[in-house]
């Protein structure tokens, strides 16, 4: 194991000065251009290119969840949970074609925009607040908690000081505005695919070395033996891990529900093409699939190199948090066995992710509350100059109580992944009911948008705690229930693809009973087929995705 040195802190003290001059530099040409102050802070309008948007859907996504949470599920559960990545990139394909269009041709801003032309003011406010919510309370609160419970265990300080670095590094870069963000993630995106792929390259080389041998290809070898089950990309019943991922769930099921909410009803993500024409949206969304497909590579594959080490006692007690076994602990001890130099790659890397996440995370927080909050219910009358010094503002308020609530939610006990997946898993069906319905059906009514937004999330309560009341015994022969410690529970998977048909079917019938009396509901949403025609290259770079995806589930189903 070796220490963090002075060659480690230069090499990422490099890194930092890269990103900040860059950052520098784009904000400082930003300023010498003409445009809508606040479109440019908020949307970057027009001035992302398809690489920069592409970069930085990947590095707003990739962040602590993945490296350290991912990993760990990875430890535990093996290559089946990259399903959330694998199927991520078949599920931007179907952004790009369906979501995008529609966005773009209507001027989308925010997803609160989006609802409230469909729909009706109160539906767009209640959802605001609610986004609001979800990103503070748990997106941010993550992200900063698992990011500087990695940097603590690598570089041995205390992890309040970690929070507060990457914060304050993340607002730093936030507040030049969307433009910024964009394209300095490109640079993220770099140590971030470089720093995963060193960290990758030496837990297989360490595997290889254990096992009598040399080369990753060996280690690939010894672990396709020793962990072979660590290798089955659907689970059997009998998997002691079927309640995280339910069999074909994972192809046919909650697994589009959570994937199609996340990159098609996400401010944080679709935000990052809202300034953008449509072929140059497409190509970057086209360019990040391509990049996801990478990922089980960079942050599920060093999880199993851990587990087979660590069953050959290669980690020591690393892998031991107050005595018991913790599986998020797998990244960061990975890293502590790196190469002075390599190291300091690696650390680079890792706060890349984090830091790209919560800027972009921090941005769509402002974007929301002052076009969609501020503006509308405080002040209708402010300028652009004051909309963007109330986003600024936002970032730092948000951030800070980020930082103050992380410590006291438990992240670390519920485990990293698995935190961030329950919790928006709980709204995630009726946010996605809303926004489908709105798009392809026209007599959908406001009343029942509001029932997708309040039913959605008691449905998901309901469904949690009714094993508790209810013997679900009758649902485990066709695979939506499992016994657990004597009661038989719902995979969570299958939760959300339960409540996601219950709120569709009420959307339904409470827009049959009430239909919408006004004589413009639901017309302000331009939806034309010919909308969805793709230009052939994009069409080949999509028919290529999902033959890698056919492949890689056929191997190793």
């Avoid at 074609?97 to 001027?107: C, D, E, Q, S, T």
Wanted: charged share 10%; hydrophobic share 55%; with cysteine.
């Amino acid at each position: 194991m070796h220490n963090f040195t002075s060659l480690d802190t230069f090499v990422f003290f490099i890194y930092f000065v890269i990103v900040a001059s860059y950052g520098l530099w784009v904000y400082k040409r930003k300023q010498k251009g003409s445009g809508s102050a606040s479109h440019d802070y908020f949307l970057a309008e027009g001035s992302l290119t398809w690489w920069a948007i592409g970069a930085s859907l990947i590095a707003s996504n990739i962040s602590a969840e993945q490296f350290i949470g991912m990993s760990g599920s990875g430890f535990k559960i093996g290559m089946a949970i990259a399903a959330y990545e694998l199927m991520a990139a078949a599920t931007l394909v179907i952004v790009a074609v369906f979501f995008m269009p529609v966005y773009l041709k209507n001027h989308i801003y925010t997803m609160p925009q989006f609802l409230e032309q469909r729909y009706n003011k109160s539906v767009a406010m209640v959802m605001a607040v609610f986004w609001l919510a979800l990103y503070v309370v748990v997106n941010l609160t993550s992200i900063l908690y698992l990011g500087a419970l990695a940097i603590s265990s690598i570089a041995g300080l205390p992890i309040l000081p970690c929070m507060l670095f990457l914060a304050i590094f993340a607002v730093i870069i936030t507040l030049g505005g969307m433009k910024v963000i964009g394209y300095t993630d490109v640079i993220q995106v770099f140590f971030l695919v470089v720093g995963g792929l060193v960290t990758t390259w030496l837990a297989l080389d360490m595997v290889a070395a254990m096992n009598g041998g040399t080369g990753i290809s060996h280690g690939f070898s010894v672990l396709t033996e020793k962990a072979a089950g660590h290798f089955d990309m659907v689970l059997t019943r009998d998997n002691e891990n079927y309640m995280d991922l339910p069999g074909l769930t994972v192809l046919l099921g909650g697994m589009w529900i959570v994937n199609l909410n996340y990159w098609g009803c996400n401010q944080y993500i679709t935000q990052r093409a809202l300034g953008a024409d449509l072929p140059t949206a497409r190509k970057g969304i086209l360019f990040a699939a391509f990049l996801k497909l990478m990922m089980p590579v960079i942050v599920v594959l060093p999880g199993i190199a851990a587990f087979v080490l660590h069953q050959q006692g290669g980690l020591g007690d690393g892998m031991l948090h107050n005595g018991e076994l913790n599986p998020d602990r797998a990244y960061p001890v990975l890293l502590n066995f790196l190469p002075t130099g390599l190291k300091g790659v690696a650390f680079a890397a890792l706060t890349a992710a984090v830091v790209a996440s919560l800027a972009g995370k921090a941005n769509s927080i402002a974007t929301i509350f002052t076009l969609d909050i501020y503006k509308k219910a405080f002040n209708r009358d402010a300028d652009e100059n004051k909309m963007v010094w109330i986003g600024r503002v936002t970032v730092i308020v948000s951030m800070l109580l980020a930082v103050l609530i992380a410590p006291y939610m438990g992240i670390d006990k519920k485990g990293g992944f698995q935190y961030i997946q329950e919790y928006t898993g709980f709204v995630s069906p009726g946010i996605l009911a809303m926004f489908l319905m709105g798009f392809f059906w026209r007599k959908t009514t406001a009343a029942a948008a509001m029932f997708a937004t309040i039913g959605g999330f008691i449905a998901s309560i309901v469904l949690k705690f009714l094993p508790g009341v209810v013997n679900l015994g009758f649902l485990a022969p066709i695979g939506f229930a499992k016994e657990v410690g004597g009661v038989y529970e719902m995979p969570f998977l299958d939760r959300m693809f339960v409540v996601f048909i219950f709120v569709v079917a009420g959307m339904v019938l409470i827009s049959l009973l009430n239909p919408n009396k006004e004589a413009n509901a639901g017309k302000e949403i331009e939806v034309d087929t010919r909308m969805f025609k793709t230009e052939k290259s994009f069409a080949l770079g999509s028919a290529v995705i999902c033959v890698l995806l056919a492949v890689v589930y056929t191997v190793w189903w």
